[in-house]
């Protein structure tokens, strides 16, 4: 039998025996490779939608912004039509800057309330030209007296076609639904303020020039644009550094918008959103690496025994080596391929939060996939390294007889200890023999606290809605996507921090199943025998609290803006210590079964 055949053999009758340990590990490693592979592709994903807009709404190269207006001003616009490198154009036409209130829905006298919002309204011909056509979704183009809404906008008022929207005081049927690479997603349609200062959240609106004209006569602030098609996309820089030489000393004020600023204004919306799918990714690979390591910890004797059985019919270290590693290897290999799977599926709901957008979102790039999976290698290396060397370097008698560890004795600790009650005797023993174990409790423990830090900071950060002047009745997207996104990482922690604790409790009771029962025959009940168990894993607990409280503080300091709000210490001290009542709550129950076991089968169990 060849060499690779046996270790497959070998593997998967291991998995076999041990699925719901393989299938944790499989679980931990996709969820932590989809969330660092969906993290890195957001980005990425949000220019695709934007080059797939871009192409079919024929979007301009450059859009060329005016604060003012008048005669001097569209003639400065309209000579920019006149450069070599410009082979199209559109415009120059005008933005006039109003206020929108929907009417609630015509379809349902019940429906939402009226919500009131700041809009732009472009004056377009009912024909459109060449260069920024709007691509329509829903209904028609615009006609004399009647509204296009822009996607993301109506999406976010709960609009379609046949409603009516008040803009300016003059109420407007919504006759389509349309998208546009010419401006920013939802809610940065303005793109400049009036007279060129800086704009609030406000929503895109097309009437026909006529219209737009006729509502720009009721005082309203109007600025002008106009769009460009350049001979070469690509070079939109040199284009704009060429116009501030040549219109430095012009008196008429114009700002450059290239196609790849708009762009990059897009993303803005998930510039939070990457670092805490990012962020939430290591804490989640970390805990899968300490969930992994305790699987591995449980079964050390047993793989130990293993490596002699091995040893014994003459295989080398090497053959040895490979049989213990391919299992978590292949495991957390496939868990990679699942959690990339995941990723794939979900990069279009969170690219594309405000349906301003068109096309598909392009799924992890191969960056994105090459750290998803040295991710899963790496959960997979760390966790079964340190038990992997200890079997091989283990003497093949010394495997085979499988005998106990002899732990180390200190008189003064042991004299020390035997003045405390006998839960917190039995916990502090089975932790201090277990130094590993502990610090893998006190990390699970601490990467919980991090995570709830965290979401307590984001939700304390002050808010300003998209409504009119900064009301709520429209939401804040990018903090609602934050706070969605937060949330599904936190629980996916804590969910892995749970596995990980009632595994910890689970193996340390196996493994002391015979120092337990001697305990008992010395005069330990079983409520004492539970206790101490559940002490061994809240001891560790204490000092992780305490320490996750700081380490999210820093966490936060890093990667939060400069301005950011602390929630107060008493919440989280108060998220520290219900970490803490949690973990006892789980431990009690593995610790209480073990506890439970009679004692003579026990040490049955151990003297065979």
């Known amino acids: 039998m060849g060499s690779l055949v046996l270790v497959v053999r070998l593997v998967l009758a291991d998995v076999r025996r041990h699925r719901a340990q393989a299938a944790m590990l499989l679980l931990a490693v996709a969820v932590a490779t989809a969330t660092m592979a969906l993290g890195l592709s957001l980005r990425g994903a949000s220019e695709a939608l934007y080059e797939q807009t871009r192409a079919a709404t024929a979007g301009p190269d450059v859009v060329a912004l005016s604060g003012d207006t008048g005669p001097a001003v569209t003639s400065a616009l309209a000579s920019l039509a006149d450069d070599p490198e410009v082979i199209a154009h559109h415009g120059p036409y005008r ?29 377009f011909a009912e024909t459109p030209g060449t260069v920024n056509r709007p691509l329509v979704t829903s209904g028609r183009w615009v006609r004399p007296g009647g509204a296009v809404v822009e996607r993301g906008f109506a999406t976010a008022l709960g609009i379609g076609v046949g409603d009516h929207v008040t803009i300016a005081g003059r109420s407007y049927p919504v006759v389509g639904i349309a998208v546009t690479a010419a401006t920013s997603i939802y809610p940065w349609a303005a793109q400049i303020g009036p007279y060129g200062g ?132 292949a495991l957390a290999l496939i868990g990679d391929a699942l959690g990339l799977v995941i990723a794939r599926l979900t990069v279009p709901g969170i690219a594309g939060p405000t349906a301003s957008r068109i096309g598909d979102a392009a799924g992890p790039g191969g960056a994105a996939v090459a750290t998803a999976t040295v991710l899963a290698v790496a959960v997979a290396v760390l966790s079964t390294l340190r038990p992997t060397l200890r079997a091989v370097r283990t003497a093949t008698v010394t495997a085979l007889a499988a005998a106990a560890h002899q732990p180390r004795h200190r008189p003064l600790l042991t004299a020390l200890s035997a003045l405390l009650p006998t839960p917190l005797l039995l916990g502090l023993r089975l932790t201090a023999r277990r130094p590993g174990r502990a610090v893998l409790q006190a990390w699970s423990t601490a990467t919980t606290v991090i995570a709830i830090v965290a979401l307590l900071t984001l939700d304390s950060q002050a808010e300003r809605g998209y409504g009119l002047n900064g009301s709520s009745a429209l939401p804040n997207l990018r903090g609602e996507l934050d706070r969605r996104l937060m949330l599904a990482v936190v629980v996916l922690l804590i969910a892995l921090a749970v596995v990980n604790t009632l595994t910890l409790t689970w193996t340390t009771a196996m493994e002391t199943r015979a120092s337990m029962a001697v305990a008992r025959t010395l005069g330990a009940t079983p409520g004492q025998i539970s206790a101490g168990l559940s002490a061994a894993q809240v001891l560790p607990a204490l000092p992780g609290a305490l320490a996750g409280v700081p380490l999210g503080i820093g966490v936060c300091g890093v990667f939060g803006a400069r301005n950011v709000i602390m929630p107060p210490v008493s919440w989280m001290l108060a998220a520290a210590l219900v970490t803490l009542l949690v973990t006892a709550a789980l431990t009690a129950l593995p610790a209480r079964m073990a506890a439970r076991r009679p004692v003579a089968r026990a040490l049955s169990a151990e003297s065979a």
């Open 95 to 123: 933005i006039v800057y109003a206020d929108l209130t929907t009417r609630g829905s015509d379809r349902s006298p019940a429906g939402p309330a009226p919500v009131s919002s700041g809009v732009v309204v472009q004056g």
């Open 198 to 329: 800086p704009s609030d959240s406000s929503g895109l609106v097309w009437l026909t020039r006529s219209d737009a004209r006729t509502l720009a006569g009721r005082d309203l602030p109007v600025t002008t644009a106009i769009d460009l098609k350049l001979r070469d996309p690509a070079a939109t820089e040199a284009f704009a550094e060429t116009f501030e030489e040549a219109h430095h000393d012009s008196t008429a004020r114009m700002n450059l918008h290239t196609w790849q600023f708009i762009a990059r204004q897009d993303a803005v919306i998930l510039s939070n959103s990457q670092p805490i799918l990012v962020v939430g990714s290591w804490l989640l690979g970390l805990l899968a690496v300490t969930g992994a390591a305790a699987l591995a910890a449980g079964r050390a004797v047993e793989q130990t025994r293993r490596a002699g059985l091995l040893k014994a019919v003459g295989a080398t270290p090497g053959l040895i080596a490979a049989v213990l590693l391919t299992e978590h290897l």
